[in-house]
């Protein structure tokens, strides 16, 4: 699989996290890459860092959010900046890069939850 830097997504990112108040999202430690030959169902997806990295080795917590080129570039854009929303979601308020699942005790992330955020925006 091949990986490129994505600069227009981290963008789009860079966009959204400050139009929603994401507060706890640290922008400069997201990453962004398009993904080539991706054998993922996926349209994008969103990589945490171990808390190992930094209690043994002091790192600051990082996030990567990767998208799929052959499924996300062919999305109206509507359904891009969902699909980036839904990721971003993925980030615990503590920044730990961990990495928050779909359903959790204070929590939802799906479709309704997402409409609702973007609602925000447009």
């Known amino acids: 699989m091949k990986y490129k830097l994505a600069p227009e997504i981290k963008r789009q990112i860079k966009f ?14 997201i990453h962004c890459i398009r993904s080539f ?3 993922t169902r996926a349209i994008a997806r969103i990589w945490g ?14 996030y990567i959010i ?14 891009k900046i969902k699909t980036l929303i ?5 980030i615990p308020k503590t920044f730990s890069g961990a990495l928050l699942s ?5 929590h939802r992330i799906n479709d309704k939850e997402v409409e609702k955020i ?3 925006i447009e």
């Open 49 to 62: 860092m171990s808390r190992l990295f930094k209690e043994v080795a002091g790192l600051e917590a990082h």
């Open 102 to 106: 779909h359903k959790g005790r204070h």
């Open 86 to 90: 839904h990721e971003l979601l993925h």
């Open 118 to 120: 973007i609602k925000q």
């Open 16 to 29: 959204l996290v400050k139009k929603l108040r994401f507060n706890h999202i640290k922008i400069n430690n």
């Open 66 to 79: 990767e998208v799929n080129a052959k499924r996300f570039d062919k999305l109206p854009e509507r359904e």
């Open 37 to 39: 030959d991706a054998k």
